[in-house]
């Protein structure tokens, strides 16, 4: 080793000893005629002192010469910092190293973007740090990031260790059942005109592995979608998936519970209470507006389809009449909204097919709205007890469909705290996760356009026991054994109960998805064979991995933990992928290009 300690190690302990450092030069300094030179290594930093009247010329004119982030290797004798020049803002800042011998392994070229600055990420364009992602990865934040990533996969492991679980691969190259997001296809050279698809989950293979008596397995598995990205979604991504035999929801509650207590402890040194309360779907969107609710501030729904059924004010009557409800929020001390924060939440409310946004702005002790007129005593009475208006609130309302309307004022909702948290009118604990499961989804929804049922969740799922008679008679009524786990508004993981029996699996795909039965046949066939031969019940969940080290790391974008991530349109900067391929390589694949022309 080209070194005897890291450079985060040296104590008071280690005065007197000689060392040897190697790193990167983080910073230098020119000083009263001795040169000051900080170097880092993954640990962290040392001072060390270059004194010309202790070394050679050669040695301090190449100290002097040093640039950032060039890499070095010094030998030297640790002293204690003279007094008054200790630095308490690093560990190792109450001792230096004297130098006596210094090699330069590498002379770096002047950088792109300093690393040594944290503000780097908001100063810095995001595609230049892409560009550069070795150099952004010498970052403080960013090194810290790696670390908590790879301390909680190391946790996690353990912790299924501890629970009897195996560790189990699942292939890469998988064959294509086109029912979720849109798949990345891999030709097959040996078999011309066949594609292997990559997983967009192990979904199917945890399931064989079930009937292979592996009765648990996890892996943090790499998956595959190509579709449009956000700051929360990359064309590949980890998640903790695990599958369970001999289960019931209880023990994936139980499970996934203990999990997370053990992940937050390792990371953030936090305790997590448990268990984690548990709501329906429906009344997660009926008080949130959303499945996955933010918890941490109130600003819930309240219904008043009732109170307004035979109101004057026709849009809310007309739209009960039509068989949806009238719901509304109390934005408190959100009256001073702004013509453009109106504007902001009237789009959002058009964007679910609403025409309009109506509201209230309650200000110097009046109701403030052209829709007053039309309410009676009796309707302002209702809004004043359920939603507890006072001076300076601003009530929002949505007349639609039930479902349109908990979307378009949970939508609202969030917007309202966001802007609340900018006034300083809502304070969230940086440190608080509120923790809850989301329950009893819908088995199926329905696509009016197709005319034809969906799986709310993945055809594997399956429904509650009671409900299944309902199946063939009123499917809409049908509740799925499908669970979310969330924390802050973000779906951590779901998973669900799974079907093991092969007959219903068959119904669930032929009779209500409408597969064709050689369709299902092609792309399932071997699991459904699978289940003749001795199925467990079992079930499992995937926890999104990226996104949880993201939640732990207090950052918005998965991309801030990913080691070399996509940018939003899918493209890798520092290697600059996607790119050509030559002809002979799609010869041999039997490929024939037909792009279409980029319009000028």
């Not at 990345?184 to 979904?203: D, E, I, N, T």
Request: glycine share 8%.
């Amino acid at each position: 080793m080209k070194r005897t300690h890291h450079c985060n190690e040296l104590r008071p302990a280690h005065i007197g000893q000689t060392v040897t450092l190697s790193g990167w030069v983080h910073s230098r300094r020119d000083l009263g005629g001795l040169i000051f030179v900080d170097i880092r290594d993954r640990e962290g930093r040392t001072q060390s002192v270059f004194d010309p009247s202790d070394l050679t010329k050669e040695i301090f004119e190449s100290a002097a010469s040093l640039r950032s982030e060039s890499v070095i290797s010094i030998t030297g004798k640790v002293r204690q910092r003279p007094v008054g020049t200790n630095n308490s803002k690093i560990v190792t800042g109450e001792v230096e190293v004297m130098v006596t011998a210094l090699e330069i392994l590498n002379q770096a070229d002047v950088l792109p973007f300093p690393v040594d600055d944290p503000g780097v990420a908001s100063k810095v364009n995001e595609e230049l740090r892409l560009q550069y992602r070795y150099l952004d990865l010498r970052r403080p934040e960013m090194a810290r990031n790696l670390r908590l990533r790879s301390k909680v996969a190391t946790a996690t492991r353990v912790y299924l260790d501890e629970q009897g679980f195996l560790e189990v691969e699942t292939p890469m190259l998988f064959k294509s059942t086109p029912e979720g997001a849109r798949e990345f296809l891999v030709p097959s050279r040996v078999h011309p005109g066949h594609f292997y698809a990559l997983p967009q989950s192990p979904q199917q293979f945890k399931q064989i592995l079930m009937v292979a008596g592996v009765e648990r397995y996890f892996q943090l598995a790499k998956c595959f979608r190509d579709e449009d990205l956000r700051a929360d979604r990359q064309p590949e991504f980890t998640q903790v998936d695990l599958e369970m035999s001999f289960i019931e929801r209880e023990d994936i509650y139980n499970l996934i519970e203990g999990l997370i207590q053990r992940v937050w402890k390792t990371a953030l040194n936090i305790d997590i209470s448990a268990p984690f309360k548990r709501i329906s779907f429906n009344e997660a969107l009926n008080r949130y507006g959303i499945d996955k609710p933010d918890t941490r501030f109130g600003m819930e729904l309240a219904d008043f389809t009732e109170e307004f059924r035979a109101s004057t004010f026709k849009v809310f009557s007309g739209a009960i009449a039509s068989g949806g409800v009238v719901k509304a929020i109390n934005a408190k001390g959100l009256a001073g909204a702004t013509q453009g924060q109106i504007e902001t939440m009237t789009d959002y409310a058009k964007s679910f097919g609403a025409k309009g946004l109506a509201f209230i702005k309650v200000e110097n002790g009046e109701w403030k709205s052209p829709i007053v007129k039309f309410f009676s005593e009796t309707e302002k009475g209702a809004l004043r007890q359920k939603l507890g208006i006072e001076e300076g609130d601003l009530i929002l309302f949505a007349a639609d469909q039930w479902l349109t309307a908990c979307e378009i004022l949970g939508k609202i909702r969030l917007y309202c705290a966001d802007v609340l948290k900018g006034q300083g009118k809502l304070t969230v604990p940086s440190d608080r996760f509120d923790f809850l499961w989301v329950v009893d989804f819908p088995l199926l929804s329905f696509d009016k356009e197709q005319n034809r049922w969906y799986s709310s969740h993945h055809p594997f799922t399956a429904p509650v026991a009671e409900d299944a008679a309902l199946l063939s008679t009123d499917p809409k009524k049908v509740r799925g054994q499908h669970y979310d786990v969330v924390v802050n508004g973000v779906e951590l993981g779901g998973g669900s109960i799974r079907i093991h029996q092969p007959e219903l699996q068959k119904t669930i795909f032929e009779q209500l998805l409408q597969i064709p039965p050689e369709t299902v046949k092609a792309r399932f066939g071997y699991m459904l064979e699978a289940f003749r031969y001795g199925c467990p019940p079992h079930g499992g969940i995937a926890l999104g991995f990226d996104r949880m080290i993201a939640i732990l790391c207090g950052t918005p974008s998965i991309r801030d933990v990913i080691a070399f991530p996509k940018t939003a349109k899918g493209t890798d900067l520092m290697t600059d992928s996607p790119a050509p391929v030559e002809p002979k390589q799609l010869r041999d694949l039997h490929i024939e290009l037909k792009v279409a022309k980029k319009e000028v």
